[in-house]
Structures are given as structure tokens and as C-alpha cells.
């Protein structure tokens, strides 16, 4: 297991489009698993494969709340096959640590993925789920959630984030 670097905002890499997934082979495993271990170590919900420099469409969530047990997830070729409504809700993300601010997205989702081993999968979901995916596929195509937000919070949020990481 080894720990990754996390690209923190605005860095260009984060605006790379990340490419499909065509072999699910123990090195896809490995990065899942390399990928997690960097998740848990800074207490995040969800990672995408872009925020760790690979330009991969993989990312990872695990939400399971405290004391419960792993609910590990990997999403790989993830598409958005259904949206329904609109919900508001605040947002941090590990590229832009110390931040949250609120997100419009759509309420209902469903996805098409495929898991570790290449078997399609799919999932109709809401609420903190349905928000988690939205915003790390997003990361999949290049778009961190600062984006969705004024001008004026963006450039302060790029001023705040170049103290931090001097
Ligand atoms: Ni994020």
C-alpha cells in the first residue's frame, strides 16, 4: 500500500480529462487500494483518480458514518444515466482542504459504472450519495467545485490556497 499526493486547487493537472478504463487487472486493484488508504489518512468521503494525478475515470467513496462499517466503493467508467430535481448543499472536496461551500446539484441520480473486476453496475441514489458522485465525476472531467461558484469566492479560495500551500 502506498500513500499518494493529492493535487490541491488550482492546479492545472485537476483540469486534465480523465480517459476510460479498458484493463481491470491487479494494477487497477492496487491503485483502488493506494487510492483508499490516501481517502482514509485525510478523513475524506470520496477520491477521484484525477486528484492523485491519474487520469483514469475511477474514483472511490466510502460513506459509511462513524462506526460503521466500510462501505468501500469503487466506480469505474462512471456515466450519469438519470437526473431528477435540484438540491443545494454545502461541499469540500481534498483538493481544496479547509473550504465548504454550497453546491447546486440534481436531487436523483442514477450511474452506470463498472466495479473492480469489469462487471457493469448501476445504482439509483440520493441525498449524500447522489451529491458525493456528481462531484467526483466532475474531477473525472476536469471540473472542481470551486467552479460552480462566483468569481469573487473563486479567486479568494486560489489566494487562501496558495498560504496554505507555499
Ligand atoms: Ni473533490
Known sequence: MALLEILHYPDERLKLKAKEVVEFNPELKQLIADMAET???FNGIGLAATQVNIQKRIFITDL???GEPSK???????VITMKQG???GDEGCLS???IFEPVTRAEVITLEYQDVDGNKQSVTCDELQAVCIQHE???LDGK?????LSNLK???IKKKMKKLFK
Open 86 to 88: 435540484e438540491e443545494t
Open 39 to 41: 481517502m482514509y489518512k
Open 72 to 78: 468501500l466503493t469503487a466506480y469505474i467508467n462512471p
Open 64 to 66: 459509511a458514518k462513524e
Open 144 to 148: 472542481v467545485f470551486v467552479e460552480y
Open 137 to 139: 465525476l466532475d474531477h
Open 96 to 98: 481544496v482542504p479547509g
Open 154 to 156: 473563486q479567486n479568494f
